[in-house]
């Protein structure tokens, strides 16, 4: 297979080729005319260039289709089996791993692998092994892999490959050296921008092209999707939603300021909350937990919303207004179609979103709201490994 197409962004046909199998994600077959007309390129180029693609393995002759009155087309679409591109999640003490097919199905998928990434290129170089040994060992042969997206939390410049979480120096970009370690392109990108790119490509979105993905996890954060492209701003550090200063409970963020967001509305947030009301003596489920340990998991917290809890529940309702509070004044600036509320806490369900779009519906202006829908996460936890192929998947192509 000759992929050096993907590595090449300055000879034309190169660029057409991008081009073209970019169409075939956008929709599954088109036709040699079709392609010569939204490329407006000679169908001989068109013709050559598509012979290339499909004898290089990147796309596949889907057979001919009828038309009225005159000769069948061939159809052409990506082939799956292309390669594969990986996606990885980086959780404060654990990875989420994915792998897609080139098409963009999901092939593999691990929760929870134990890993705690350091600021150091001995962890780096860990993160690279621990992620081919769990594809290799699910029986996938990694010299297939094209790319690999990784997601972590924090500010993030997806063009430099610097990550602010993962900093180990000026001349050593995160993907630069967990590129060097797989052998393969790498690309770094925040972990609810991930999140956003993949509900938007294969989850919950429909025909939406200007999306707000909030991440409510142990922080807060958020993706911005315009005309349906990935929002960065002048910096590439756009989406910190959860330091947006809105609340007055003199509770000191993890940033260092006074009153932010996510003090009130993340996963953090309902820990600290709920340690402040055990330590009160409310009555809850966790209280004899909570005695023998001194502490709590978010882990305990959610399960004891699930299972009904009336302090857990008390605090996830609050949780749900803050953030409802907030998404009002989003709805307000951005007029979106659709916003997700995605990340760990989306357990609460009802108990959060109730009192979330009661917020909303109180705080945000009728004719801005009332073409903005709010809806959960349709992929959950998955949504970050998943976004992270994608973005791989469009990086290679030029795409972004």
């Known amino acids: 297979m ?21 169409l075939c994600i956008s929709e599954e077959s088109w036709s040699i005319a079709d392609f010569s007309k939204e490329l407006n390129a000679s169908i001989p180029t068109v013709s050559k260039l598509v012979s290339e693609l499909v004898d290089d393995g990147f796309l596949e002759d889907l057979g001919k289709v009828g038309s009225t009155g005159g000769r069948r087309s061939s159809m052409y679409g990506l082939n799956p089996d292309a390669g594969y591109i990986a996606g990885v999640d980086v959780g404060r003490s654990h990875i989420h791993l994915a792998l897609t097919d080139f098409k963009g199905r999901m092939q593999l998928y691990k929760e929870d692998v134990p890993l705690k990434l350091e600021s150091t290129p001995e962890s780096l170089s860990a993160l690279g092994k621990e992620v081919k040994a769990i594809i290799r060992e699910e029986g996938f042969d990694f010299s297939k892999v094209l790319g690999c997206g990784v997601s972590v939390t924090g500010r993030v410049n997806t063009d430099t490959g610097y ?15 967990l590129s060097k370690e797989l052998g393969i392109p790498v690309t770094v ?15 919950v979105c429909n025909n939406e092209s200007n999306v707000l993905f909030i991440n409510l996890s142990w922080g807060l954060g958020m993706g911005i999707i315009i005309n349906g492209k990935l929002y960065y701003g002048k ?55 909570f005695k023998k340990k001194g502490d709590l998991t978010m882990d305990e917290i959610l399960a004891a919303v699930e299972e009904e ?34 990340g760990r806490l989306i357990t609460g369900k009802d108990y959060l979103m109730l009192p979330l779009k009661s917020a909303v519906n109180k705080l945000s202006l009728n004719i801005v709201n ?16 998943i976004g992270d192929c994608m973005l791989s998947r469009s990086k290679l192509l030029g795409l972004m």
Do not use: W
Not at 4 to 22: A, H, R, V
Not at 309 to 330: H, S
Not at 370 to 385: E, M, N, V, Y
């Open 2 to 22: 000759d992929s050096s197409f993907l590595n090449d962004s300055g000879s034309k046909s190169s660029i057409t080729k991008k081009q073209i199998i970019n």
């Open 163 to 177: 990550s602010f979480s993962y900093f180990i120096g000026e001349e050593q970009p995160f993907s630069d050296l």
């Open 189 to 203: 990108e925040n972990d609810s921008r991930a999140m956003a790119f993949g509900e938007y490509r294969c989850g």
């Open 235 to 289: 910096s590439g550090y756009s989406g910190e939603f959860g330091h947006f200063p809105m609340l007055h409970n003199n509770q000191i963020c993890q940033c260092g300021k006074v009153g932010c967001l996510e003090t009130g509305a993340s996963g953090s947030a309902m820990h600290r909350m709920i340690i402040e009301k055990l330590k009160q003596e409310k009555a809850s489920t966790l209280s004899e937990r």
């Open 309 to 342: 809890d009336v302090l857990a529940i008390e605090v996830m309702e609050e949780i749900g207004t803050n953030l409802g509070q907030g998404i009002a004044g989003l709805i307000n600036i951005f007029n979106p179609d659709l916003v997700v509320i995605g």
């Open 370 to 385: 009332r073409d903005t829908t709010i809806k959960l996460s349709k992929l959950g936890r998955r949504a970050g490994p």
